[in-house]
């Protein structure tokens, strides 16, 4: 008997959903629950929901998204631990559950590096770890993409957003990162990635640092979950 199926017995691993044990080859999720996810299909990576949401204040190539965001769903339980309680194995196999999808598309193609939204010094150190460069590290598992953390800082928190209207968090989000080394960033292609995309307001702060500091930058964006703005 193997190590991974004697700690299943002594100490079954869970879906992180619905709690059901684990079988010895689910990571996770279990298949039940993998299989009601709200995947999301996109007709054109270069012309859809999410790129659009970011188009009036950023430029980008071309975005994807994995799942449907909606409120009180499964989708938001994995959210929840995989911000708040430090699953980032399950970060990693959303990441890489993104990358299958991103390959099947041809989406990858010319991309030279996965940017995770990074988090601020602060929140980095209260949380522990970053979700999205848990997921970067995921899609890079699946794709070979390197990871790069090195061209991104976040100077300031968002401030908490449940309170403040969608009009408000745009100016909010106005300057909150900072580009680093950006010539090492010139004439590339980037995936940014993060894990939930609700306004965009984050992802095209961003996006707008990145592109005012780098010269000839193709920036492309994918996420775990977009929610729909019609709420
Ligand atoms: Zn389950």
Known sequence: MNLRRLLDIVLPRRCAICHNILGPEEQCLC??????????????????????????????????TLLAYQADSDVHTLVQHMKYRGRTD?????????????????????????????????????RGYNQAEHIARGVSQATGIPVRTDFLLRIVDNPTQTSLRAADRMHNTARIFQARNPNGLKGKHILLLDDVITTGSTTASALQTLTESVPRLTSSVACIALTSLNG
């Not at 993998?34 to 970011?54: A, G, K």
């Not at 990441?95 to 996965?114: E, P, S, T, V």
Request: aromatic letters at 8%; hydrophobic letters at 40%.
């Open 31 to 64: 298949a039940a629950c993998i299989t009601r996810l709200p995947f999301r299909h996109f007709e054109s990576p270069t012309d859809n929901d999410l790129v659009r949401r970011l188009w009036n204040t950023a430029s980008v190539y071309s975005g994807e």
């Open 90 to 126: 399950l970060c990693q196999l959303m990441g890489r559950m993104l990358a299958d999808k991103l390959m099947a598309q041809d989406f990858c193609r010319g991309i030279d590096m996965l940017i995770p939204i990074p988090l601020s010094r602060k929140r980095l150190r209260t």
